[in-house]
């Protein structure tokens, strides 16, 4: 499986971005993708994720109220909205299905 992100960029604090991630296998239905993102000097976390085909989601407690992730069978896309950005959410984020990373966005929120 290729994964390709995109979506990441500079905004304020307060502002909103929509990460996409995009599979190259032909179903994707039954997987969990995860959004993961690593700030500068920090370990990589997880900030959720969603089982494709299904409305079952998980969100690390920072992000929640905040970050929606979506997925489109479909379409082979997942998508993580993320509105109120603060600079803590600032990191390369990167979307996970299995042992298959994509590349990597650039987030930065400016205070």
């Known amino acids: 499986v290729q994964l390709v992100e995109s979506g990441g960029g500079l905004v304020q604090t307060g502002g909103s971005l929509r990460l996409s991630c995009t599979a190259s296998?032909?179903?994707?239905?039954?997987?969990?993708i995860g959004w993961f993102r690593q700030a500068p000097g920090k370990a990589r976390e997880g900030v959720s994720c969603?089982?494709?085909?299904?409305?079952?989601?998980s969100y690390e407690d920072s992000v929640k109220g905040r970050f929606t992730i979506s997925s489109d069978n479909a379409e082979n896309t997942a998508w993580l909205q993320m509105n109120s950005l603060k600079p803590e959410d600032t990191g390369v984020y990167y979307c996970?299905?299995?042992?298959?990373w994509g590349q990597g966005t650039q987030v930065t929120v400016s205070s």
């Open positions: 296998e032909d179903r994707i239905d039954e997987y969990a």
């Open positions: 996970n299905v299995g042992d298959h």
């Open positions: 969603i089982t494709v085909g299904s409305d079952r989601s």
